[in-house]
T-cell receptor, first 109, second 114 residues
Framework: GQNIDQPTEMTATEGAIVQINCTYQTSGFNGLFWYQQHAGEAPTFLSYNVLDGLEEKGRFSSFLSRSKGYSYLLLKELQMKDSASYLCAVLDSNYQLIWGAGTKLIIKP | NAGVTQTPKFRILKIGQSMTLQCTQDMNHNYMYWYRQDPGMGLKLIYYSVGAGITDKGEVPNGYNVSRSTTEDFPLRLELAAPSQTSVYFC?????????????FGPGTRLTVL
């Protein structure tokens, strides 16, 4: 079966750095996405990785290791508005997105 | 550009009733999707469409039907609503020109079946 694992919830302090991990087992791999979802709202695109390594985009970075079936999302200089759920999703061999359950990130002042 | 719009935002149905969730996109995207999101769970694909006149089942299609008569519209039909269909429903669209296929989501429809 296909499976994506992420921690259910994480807590961090405003101004700090947090790393959200994602491990996956899917039938094929055509890329990994991170989406942000604020409570009661729709998911919005954050990042895409298809090759191993780190992709940096402002305060957010995403890392991929295909051999380990592993990715992480790194958020720096945390702000209160970063409180949200972060969804990891893998594009499988049929080019369908398989979604993790999401990690709820709580930012404390 | 309105992006992806969905109606209604909220709905309460009685068991056995039927309804249609509307979804429209104005980005000329060829791919459209319907997902459901249950509390604490990932998004589950119900149906998707690769273009007007073409639809296909996703992971959880039972109890639902779709049609795609135009590029812009992709309605989701619930027949004989059941409590298990209580969920948040998201419609999404994408261009799918490359594998970097960013999906754009509508605001969601919160459906309760009692």
């Amino acid at each position: 079966g296909q499976n994506i694992d992420q921690p259910t919830e994480m807590t961090a302090t405003e101004g700090a750095i947090v790393q959200i991990n994602c491990t996956y087992q899917t039938s094929g791999f055509n890329g990994l996405f991170w989406y942000q979802q604020h409570a009661g709202e729709a998911p919005t695109f954050l990042s895409y990785n298809v090759l191993d390594g780190l992709e940096e985009k402002g305060r957010f970075s995403s890392f991929l290791s295909r051999s380990k079936g592993y990715s992480y999302l790194l958020l720096k200089e945390l702000q209160m508005k970063d409180s949200a759920s972060y969804l990891c999703a893998v594009l499988d061999s049929n080019y369908q997105l398989i979604w993790g359950a999401g990690t709820k990130l709580i930012i404390k002042p | 550009n309105a992006g992806v719009t969905q109606t209604p935002k909220f709905r309460i149905l009685k068991i056995g009733q039927s309804m249609t969730l509307q979804c429209t996109q104005d980005m000329n995207h060829n791919y459209m999707y319907w997902y459901r999101q249950d509390p604490g769970m990932g998004l589950k694909l119900i149906y998707y469409s690769v273009g007007a006149g073409i639809t296909d089942k996703g992971e959880v299609p039972n109890g639902y039907n779709v049609s795609r008569s135009t590029t812009e519209d992709f309605p989701l039909r619930l027949e004989l609503a059941a409590p298990s269909q209580t969920s948040v429903y998201f419609c999404a669209s994408s261009l799918r020109e490359t594998s970097t296929d960013t999906q754009y989501f509508g605001p969601g429809t919160r459906l309760t079946v009692l």
